[in-house]
């Protein structure tokens, strides 16, 4: 089967978005985007490198952890993670970003997509500290568009249902996969341990 490989043809296939969905993007954080950001706890950073190596990382925290610094800007802090620096490596070599909001029980999103830099200021990661530690870096978002995004998607996945809920055991802890993944002769850590780990690390 042949890919579609220009957007006429693409279009070709689809309706003409409505008014309403072409309306609702906005060039700056209007009230109910800028509340939506203040109750998420959780963003999924996507970004691309030099390359077009495309790139998706989750960021979570309290409810307010992204700082709204303006209409058109906002601060997201890079708590310790895995070092490997992947999504902060695409921003220095290409800024163009995208976010996705989630707020958990709420079955809309908020997209925003903008450029971004990496900031090592003061002040700002003071605003971000976390249990008396304070991120080493800050990424700053210049908004280009930002829309809330219907709920048809999270309605399909039941994201929030509870008896969407998978049951833990349902896959093999992360140690027994890493384990697998690596080759490791190590034992693998249980989950139990992995938690105590990453309890001491979050911030």
Known sequence: MPAIRSVDDLRSRYHRPSERAVRKQLDRLDPHCRRF???????LLASSGRSRQADVSPRGGEPG????????TLAIPDSPGNNRLDSLSNIVENPEVALLFLVPGVDEVLRVNGTAE???DEPLRAEHVMRGRAPATVIRVAVRDAYLHCAKAVMRARLWHEDSKVERSTLPSMGRMLKDQIGSTAPAET???MV???EAQLY
């Open 37 to 43: 950001v203040e109750v998420s706890p959780f963003v």
């Open 65 to 72: 952890f992204v700082k709204i610094l303006d209409d058109r």
């Open 118 to 120: 990496i900031l090592d």
């Open 191 to 193: 989950r139990e341990e």
């Open 196 to 198: 105590a780990r990453y």
